[in-house]
């Protein structure tokens, strides 16, 4: 079983904010302790068993002491998804594709309203919790049968109010895992409409907005 998660994250995704605290059981943890795994969680998705090994220890200690924080056990699901990369053992790839994929069940049910608030970036919790989970679901085998989540959570964001207001290149990022989904899917308008967005807003991720335009075209 081939897992790979492919999340449209770049190492400067977000803008470093102050954090918010929600009036919920979650508090934010200290962008000093945030950030350096976030960037180690961008090296595992990029490829290489040692980074993705890393980031999912990282997290997973990080949500013992943030245990209510729901963007920590996204992010603690996604990499631990990604240990199915590090095996060949297919009762190990199975067993690290559902934990992770039950961290992000949980991480998404506990998003309420206080979470449509930054918690760990500029950008509402709400959001990069789904979003994490939408990038995962949309990468595991077909016959784990999450695809159709993942491409409704991601529809979810890209219709969201909440995304007007987000950081540019998370934005970006959001508009080209859109444009990936609907071309897969054979909507063409729809793709061509994101990469236009992320191009329109000169975001950072430009050029790949316009290399995948031009691969429409052909």
Do not use: C
């Not at 690290?96 to 930054?118: I, S, V």
Request: aromatic share 6%; net charge positive.
């Amino acid at each position: 079983m081939k897992l790979k998660l492919t999340p449209r994250f770049s190492a400067r995704l977000l803008a470093v904010g102050t954090a918010v605290l929600l009036s919920v059981s979650a508090q934010a943890l200290p962008e000093a302790q945030f950030q350096p795994a976030f960037e180690q969680f961008l090296q595992a998705a990029r490829g290489g068993d040692g980074a993705i090994e890393k980031s999912a220890d990282t997290f997973s200690a990080l949500l013992k002491s943030e245990p209510g924080n729901p963007v920590l056990m996204a992010y603690a699901g996604a990499s631990t998804a990604m240990k199915a990369n590090t095996t060949w053992l297919p009762w190990k790839k199975m067993s690290y594709a559902e934990d992770g994929m039950a961290l992000l069940d949980k991480a998404l049910a506990m998003l309420t309203p206080a979470h449509n608030a930054p918690l760990q970036h500029a950008t509402p919790a709400v959001l990069e919790v789904r979003f994490v989970a939408a990038n995962t679901f949309l990468a595991v085998p077909g016959f784990m049968n999450r695809g159709a989540r993942g491409a409704k959570l991601l529809n979810e964001i890209l219709s969201s109010p909440l995304l007007a207001s987000s950081p540019l290149e998370f934005r970006a990022n959001v508009w080209l895992a859109g444009a990936t989904l609907a071309a897969n899917d054979k909507r063409i308008d729809d793709a061509r409409k994101y990469l236009n967005q992320v191009i329109q807003a000169n975001a950072p991720q430009i050029e790949a907005a316009r290399a995948q335009l031009k691969a429409l075209a052909s």
